[in-house]
Antibody
Framework: QITLKESGPALVKPTQTLTLTCTFS??????????VGWIRQPPGKALEWLAL???????RYNPSLKSRLTIAKDTSKNQVVLTMTNMDPVDTATYYC??????????????????WGQGTLVTVSS | IQMTQSPSSLSASVGDTVSITCRTS??????LNWYQQKPGKAPKPLIY???NLQDGVPSRFSGSGSGTDFTLTISSLQPEDFATYYC????????FGPGTKVDIK
């Protein structure tokens, strides 16, 4: 059974750097094809994909936030870390990490997020 | 890739059939997923590759479309289906649509 859980500060001040950790079980990020992503959701608003890291250390970022984001993995600890610099009140959101799943056979190229962690609310305020 | 969904919200009754449309700003073949999210919960995947039902998802959910226009249809709406639905492209990145809230009439 795959599980993921986000951890990090609940409150950060404007201009600070946010560091979030996703601790997972039930899979290994050293296994071919595996990926872990981060998604956020401001209160009452839509989901926004942030970043994704693959087993081979390939990293993908949301172009609109790329300059502020860094994603990294620690395979030995089963963790993925996301850092976001220069936090602003508009970055207040629930931050989720999720396992990237892909189809099998002829559907291998199709990807989606499943399962997701429970999410962690980060508030940006002075 | 820009994503739009329509309507942004709809009211329906148990037993109704509802359809939600997702449009993308460029052609994405069938690289389109659908999720369901209930308040305070993480999203749950419903459909991948435009029309493939995820394991365990009831058959009253169906997806269709390709290119830039996609549809999620829920037949015979059940009480547990009242939620917000998001489309997501996986063609170039993982952009989500703005969501469609389905509530009780």
């Amino acid at each position: 059974q795959i599980t993921l859980k986000e951890s990090g500060p609940a409150l950060v001040k404007p201009t600070q750097t946010l560091t979030l950790t996703c601790t997972f079980s039930g899979f290994s990020l050293s296994t071919s094809g595996v990926g872990v992503g981060w998604i956020r959701q401001p209160p009452g608003k839509a989901l926004e994909w942030l970043a994704l890291i693959y087993w081979d250390d390939d990293k993908r970022y949301n172009p609109s936030l790329k300059s502020r984001l860094t994603i990294a993995k620690d395979t030995s600890k089963n963790q993925v870390v996301l850092t976001m610099t220069n936090m602003d009140p508009v970055d207040t959101a629930t931050y989720y990490c999720a396992h990237r799943r892909h189809g099998s056979g002829s559907n291998y190229g199709f990807n989606w997020f499943d399962p997701w962690g429970q999410g962690t609310l980060v508030t940006v305020s002075s | 890739i820009q994503m739009t969904q329509s309507p942004s919200s709809l009211s329906a009754s148990v037993g109704d059939t509802v359809s939600i449309t997702c449009r993308t700003s460029q052609r994405i073949s069938i690289y389109l997923n659908w999720y369901q999210q209930k308040p305070g919960k993480a999203p749950k995947p419903l459909i991948y590759a435009a029309s493939n039902l995820q394991d365990g998802v009831p058959s009253r959910f169906s997806g269709s479309g390709s290119g830039t226009d996609f549809t999620l249809t829920i037949s015979s709406l059940q009480p547990e289906d009242f939620a917000t639905y998001y489309c997501q492209e996986s063609y170039s990145s993982f952009t989500f649509g703005p969501g469609t809230k389905v509530d009780i009439k």
